[in-house]
């Protein structure tokens, strides 16, 4: 059994370009959920995504995208860039169903936008 | 608005006992109490949860209060490789829309 695995670890953007991050989810996991952690904060929830559905959003501009794919990895997008964008991006797997919920977290990308 | 409340740090010496504690005092009767934690330079991970009943795995226990607006994680034997941020998160079953809402969490510090 593998386990989520993020890429790229780190990255540098310029303000106004576009990113995408990757995530490949737990082996048997149907649900994704992606977040941003700033510096000493703990993670805001971005949205989360089941059979390839976006099944919920945070508090985030509409330039926050996601993909799921058949094979559940995902993909988080963030269009134009800010400063504040500036974070590490965490995606978690889960599999809903279970009363658990249990989610099962990525090391992260840390995204420097300068 | 994170629905728990925790102090941001926590000192403890390793080898002891540590004794987390977490304020909920809105929690509702399909909130499930999750706790996780983030060792430096990592993605959280999964410690331990529970709904009315105490708890125990190999990680941690998790003691509820009988009225269920507060909990303790407890670290039986601390060791230097427990240092990290512990979230406490409460979890409606009932929400599908399956959101984690964090505070900022306590940072636990053990000393060797």
């Known amino acids: 059994e593998t386990g989520v695995t993020q890429s790229p670890t780190h990255l540098i953007k310029t303000r106004g370009q576009q990113v995408t991050l990757r995530c490949s989810s737990q082996s048997g996991h149907n649900t994704v959920s992606w977040y941003q952690q700033a510096l000493g904060q703990g993670p805001q929830f971005i949205f989360q995504?089941?059979?390839?559905?976006?099944?919920g959003r945070g508090n985030f501009p509409p330039r926050f995208s996601g993909l799921q794919f058949p094979n559940y990895s995902s993909e988080l997008n963030v269009n134009a860039l800010e400063l504040d964008d500036s974070a590490l991006y965490l995606c978690?797997?889960?599999?809903?169903?279970?009363?658990?919920?249990?989610?099962?977290f990525g090391p992260g990308t840390r995204l420097t936008v300068l | 608005d994170a629905k728990t409340t925790q102090p941001n740090s926590m000192e403890s010496n390793e080898e002891e006992p540590v004794h987390l504690p977490c304020n909920h005092s809105t929690i509702s009767g399909t909130d499930y109490i999750h706790w996780y934690r983030q060792l430096p330079s990592q993605g959280p991970e999964y410690v331990i949860h529970?709904?009315?009943?105490?708890v125990n795995n190999r990680m941690a226990s998790l003691a509820i209060a009988e009225d269920r607006k507060s909990s303790t994680l407890i670290l039986h034997r601390a060791t230097l490789r427990d240092a990290a941020v512990y979230y406490c998160i409460l979890r409606d079953v009932e929400d599908s829309n399956y959101q984690l809402i964090w505070g900022a969490g306590t940072k636990l510090i053990i000393k060797p």
């Open positions: 529970g709904l009315t009943s105490n």
């Open positions: 995504y089941y059979r390839e559905e976006e099944n």
């Open positions: 978690a797997s889960s599999f809903v169903g279970l009363s658990t919920d249990t989610q099962y």
